[in-house]
Every structure is written in structure tokens, then in C-alpha cells.
């Protein structure tokens, strides 16, 4: 009877952790580059993923169809890659950036909007507004640049006193979000170049982020501190808690009622986060490519989809997946 008993505890074990595993992984995956991807991003609704690869440049796929929609080419060549992507949040248009340059296309009809090419330093990362009225930059130098592309205004931010590593910008445009290897990060405006608030790390900020409601930001350094902090008031409103002695971010997302944290990492890890109060929720991990060398994959972008109850990613593998996210973590 002991024998028989621990036999029924032991399967009914293997059971439990064989579902528990089974919902950790991904439910779908679409390959989307062969040859793995070197930069990405995906629309804040899921709808799009631009990917930069070596071997197939720039491309646009459209994850409702499951097709590619566009092919964009910057005169690329090997030593110029296009290194970071970005989407406005209204799907309206994308931007891509190599070292020196940048373009703006639409998604509707895969025009290019125009093709910018940079004097001074090199472009870190890039972000764009609401009908591609306006593009922000950050510079190798510290410099982060704002560009209103239907007047030409610009306004070049001077705050920082090294390399840009990470911006962002509001659907509006009208406020910016950077982070550089001087161990801050600002909340500027874009009309006056007025710094807002300056939320300080101990090391170098090397992700930022804001909600697309205008309520929170994000901001992580490259060792243990990642932050949630309120935009009215620049007061912290949480830590992101966890016990790693190092952990870089490499995607952020929140969703769009402000109540959840999405984050992806260099180590195919991908985690949900509580916002309220920086508790981890759930964790899932990427699919390295067959055959990589290491056995792992970059999280590059990621998105609350399926009415938030999933989350679609994009990483260095070049293969985008859909996760399932705990009904009862959902709005907590």
C-alpha cells in the first residue's frame, strides 16, 4: 500500500510539473528570419514586427495575416547595419536606424517618408511619434535630438554627460524619456527642452520606457536597480523585485492600464511584473535557434496582445512567440 501510494504521489508529481512546464512554454511561434534577427520591434498592439537581418534587411510582417508586408533597404551593406527599429504607437508609421542615418516609412503603404542622414556622433537608439510628426534620437556623444519632421524644429537636449544608451517618446511627442552611461535618466519636454524630472541610478541607465498613457516610467541600470516611477510627480512607485546579483533588460513593454510590467532579457528570459508594487508574476523563456552557439536568444521586443491576456516577443532568434498569461494575474 506505501509503495502503491508513493507510486500515485510520484505520477501525480510528474503530472503537476509536466502541466506547470507545458504552460510556461510558448503556445505558437512564427519564424520571421531565417538567419536570426539583429534588431526588432513590435506594435504596441502586436499587430507588426519590424526586423532587421543580416542577410534579409528590414522587413515589416503583419502577425494577423502571418505574411510579410514590406521589404525596406537603406543602401545597406555589411558595415552598416540597420541596428535599432521602432513603430509609432498608432501604427501609422516606422523608422529605421544605422549608424548615420535614419528613414521614416508608412505602414499603410510601405512609402518611404524621407531619409535623414546625421552630421555629428552616431545614433544610439530612436524613437518616433504619432503620424511620424516627430523622431527622437540619442547620440554616441550625449546628445539626444529631437526633430518636429513637418517644421524642421529641433532641439538638441544637453543634459547628459555621456553616450546615450536608450530614449523613448510619447505618442504625442510632445515628451521625451533618455538614459545614458552617466547613471541618468530624463523626463524632459520636447517643446522647451525643460527637464521635468531626473530619476538617478548608481550605475548606467541602459533601458528606459514610458507608458503610453502618460501616467508611469521605467528606467533600469545595468546591475540591480529597475524602477517604476510616477510621471506627475517623478516619485517612485516601485522596484522591480528580484535577487539576481546583474540583470539587464532588453525589452520593456507596460500595458495599456498601467497595471503590468513585460520585460525581456539577453538570457531568453521574459517576465511579468505587478506595477504597484514590483512583484514578479510569471516567467516564460524564448526559443534559441537550432544550433546557436550559445544555446540562447536576445528578448528584443515584446506586447500585450489577445485583449492582454497574452504576450507576443520578438528576440535575437528570429522567431516571434506568443506566451499565455495567468488569467488570475491578469489585473492584479
Request: glycine share 6%; proline share 2%; aromatic share 10%.
Amino acid at each position: 500500500m506505501t509503495i502503491f501510494r508513493t507510486f500515485l504521489l510520484t505520477v501525480s508529481c510528474l503530472f503537476i510539473f509536466s502541466c506547470e512546464d507545458k504552460h510556461q512554454q510558448a503556445t505558437a511561434s512564427y519564424e520571421h528570419t531565417s538567419t536570426g534577427a539583429f534588431s526588432s520591434a513590435l506594435s504596441h498592439d502586436g499587430k507588426y514586427s519590424l526586423i532587421s537581418s543580416i542577410n534579409h534587411g528590414v522587413a515589416l510582417w503583419d502577425n494577423q495575416q502571418h505574411a510579410l508586408k514590406y521589404l525596406w533597404s537603406e543602401q545597406q551593406d555589411q558595415d552598416s547595419l540597420v541596428h535599432t527599429v521602432a513603430i509609432a504607437y498608432d501604427n501609422s508609421v516606422a523608422v529605421t536606424a544605422e549608424k548615420n542615418t535614419f528613414s521614416v516609412w508608412s505602414i499603410s503603404t510601405g512609402e518611404n517618408l524621407g531619409y535623414y542622414k546625421i552630421q555629428t556622433s552616431s545614433i544610439r537608439d530612436i524613437a518616433i511619434s504619432n503620424q511620424g510628426r516627430s523622431v527622437l534620437y540619442g547620440r554616441s556623444d550625449g546628445v539626444v535630438v529631437y526633430i518636429d519632421l513637418e517644421t524642421a524644429r529641433r532641439i538638441e537636449f544637453l543634459g547628459h554627460q555621456d553616450k546615450i544608451n536608450t530614449v523613448d517618446i510619447s505618442p504625442n511627442g510632445y515628451y521625451a524619456l533618455s538614459g545614458s552611461n552617466d547613471y541618468a535618466a530624463y523626463f524632459w519636454d520636447t517643446r522647451t527642452g525643460q527637464v521635468i524630472h531626473r530619476f538617478n541610478h548608481p550605475t548606467r541607465v541602459t533601458q528606459v520606457t514610458l507608458d503610453s498613457q502618460g501616467q508611469y516610467a521605467f528606467t533600469a541600470d545595468s546591475m540591480q536597480q529597475a524602477h517604476v516611477w510616477q510621471l506627475t510627480t517623478g516619485d517612485l512607485v516601485s522596484k522591480l523585485k528580484y535577487i539576481a546579483r546583474q540583470k539587464i533588460f532588453t525589452a520593456v513593454r507596460f500595458n495599456q492600464q498601467g497595471t503590468l510590467l513585460a520585460t525581456g532579457s539577453p538570457n531568453k528570459q521574459v517576465d511579468l511584473w505587478r506595477v504597484s508594487n514590483g512583484e514578479k508574476l510569471q516567467s516564460w523563456q524564448v526559443t534559441p535557434r537550432k544550433g546557436s552557439r550559445p544555446k540562447s536568444a536576445v528578448v528584443l521586443d515584446i506586447a500585450f496582445i489577445d485583449d492582454e491576456l497574452s504576450l507576443l516577443t520578438e528576440s535575437s532568434s528570429g522567431i516571434a512567440e506568443r506566451f499565455t498569461i495567468r488569467e488570475h494575474n491578469e489585473h492584479n
